[in-house]
């Protein structure tokens, strides 16, 4: 899966994993959480309740989800890192 090039992939990232966040009983609960627990490097964003933390790798690949996140063999953050990096200046 290629890295993100614009802004607005990495937001759609974000929203993809803000769904999950706020739906207690979304079936992907325990994956985000596990995402969440093991990474290293997180995008903060404002979230309807209050700030909010994407992490990095999930956020810098194109169209990502949480099955094809876990699906994934090759990620890596320090990729990811320095895509975000690229886009936010």
């Given amino acids: 899966m290629p890295l993100i090039e614009t802004f607005e992939e990495m937001s759609a990232n974000a ?3 803000e769904d999950v966040r ?3 009983k979304h079936p992907y609960t325990v994956s ?3 995402l969440i627990k093991q990474g290293r490097v997180f995008m903060p964003y404002l ?3 209050g700030l909010a933390f ?3 790798r999930f956020i810098g690949y194109v169209g990502n989800s949480i099955p094809e ?3 994934r063999i090759e ?3 320090r ?3 320095a895509r975000i990096n690229q886009i936010l200046r």
């Fill in 15 to 17: 929203q993809a994993l």
């Fill in 22 to 24: 706020i739906d207690a």
């Fill in 32 to 34: 985000y959480r596990g």
């Fill in 47 to 49: 979230a309807r309740d």
């Fill in 54 to 56: 994407a992490p990095s």
């Fill in 69 to 71: 996140h876990k699906a």
């Fill in 75 to 77: 990620k890596d953050g």
């Fill in 79 to 81: 990729l990811t890192n």
